[in-house]
């Protein structure tokens, strides 16, 4: 891993579909099956991104079966026709969550991944949802924690002050995952399972790469939040020797 600080944020898109063949890899192969797909069923992705699950729910409904991909951002929708233009079960549409293109009551299956701790209003999006759904539908919700994140660094308080910038300051709903259940349960839902998983990096360059711990680092620092000396050391010193980071992962299956 580069000792340098402020490495500019990668190609969103990229970004995603690293961290799905990566960290996210157990955490999504779980949520698809607790969402239980069968074939014939319409399976709404909300918030799809550049598409990474959208093959493997294909796979699940089958030739009879409808994936509907669903994401505000064109340059996403581009990179998901890209990954499933030989799939005719595949449908992309542009909208935002909190105004989802989709009729009432057609959908069996549904699932949000990573997507509520950035929208304005979490709760609003999960209302929204709820009316497009059929009834005995199950909906599966994944979020982070963020307050969970551990890095482990001999500058441990360096460590908890990355943590608390984080929270505070980069990710917008930064405890959304702790709130999944209470907020489905407000929007209509009947909650039926509630895991907690934790992705464990052991490479500081893959963890870099995910977390964003130097450009996030560059930006505390920039805002006085953490000493410059002190946070330039504690991002060096990650690369020497073991490493060890986690975070916790929430996931909620509900049913309408």
């Not at 970004?15 to 074939?39: T, V």
């Not at 449908?91 to 009432?104: N, Q």
């Not at 299956?109 to 949802?129: E, S, W």
Request: hydrophobic letters at 40%; aromatic letters at 4%; one cysteine or more.
């Amino acid at each position: 891993m580069s000792t340098t600080l402020g490495v500019s944020r990668p190609d969103q898109a990229s970004y995603m579909l690293r961290a799905a063949d990566g960290a996210g890899r157990g955490y999504k192969q779980q949520l698809i099956d607790l969402l239980n797909i069968s074939p014939g069923q319409t399976v709404l992705d909300a918030g799809c991104g550049p598409g990474a699950d959208l093959p493997t729910l294909a796979e699940r409904v089958g030739e009879l079966g409808t994936v509907i991909g669903v994401d505000r951002d064109p340059v996403m929708l581009a990179r998901a026709r890209e990954r499933t233009s030989e799939l005719p079960g595949v449908e992309l549409r542009e909208g935002d969550v909190h105004t989802l293109p989709v009729d009432p009551g057609s959908v069996d299956r549904a699932k949000i991944d990573r997507v509520l701790m950035h929208v304005a209003q979490p709760g609003d999006v999960l209302a929204q949802l709820h009316p497009v759904t059929r009834p005995g539908a199950v909906v599966g919700l994944v979020e982070p924690d963020w307050d969970t994140l551990v890095v482990d660094a001999e500058d441990l308080e360096t460590s908890r002050a990355f943590t608390r910038y984080t929270t505070h300051e980069v990710v917008r709903h930064a405890t959304i995952g702790r709130s999944l259940a209470r907020l489905a349960h407000t929007a209509g839902f009947r909650v039926e399972t509630v895991v907690a998983t934790t992705p464990v990096f052991r490479d500081a360059e893959e963890a870099d790469h995910t977390l964003g711990l130097g450009r996030n680092m560059q930006q505390a620092i920039a805002e006085g939040r953490i000493d410059r000396n002190r946070g330039q050391r504690w991002f060096a010193s990650l690369s020497e020797g073991p490493f060890y980071a986690s975070f916790t992962l929430v996931t909620v299956v509900c049913s309408r």
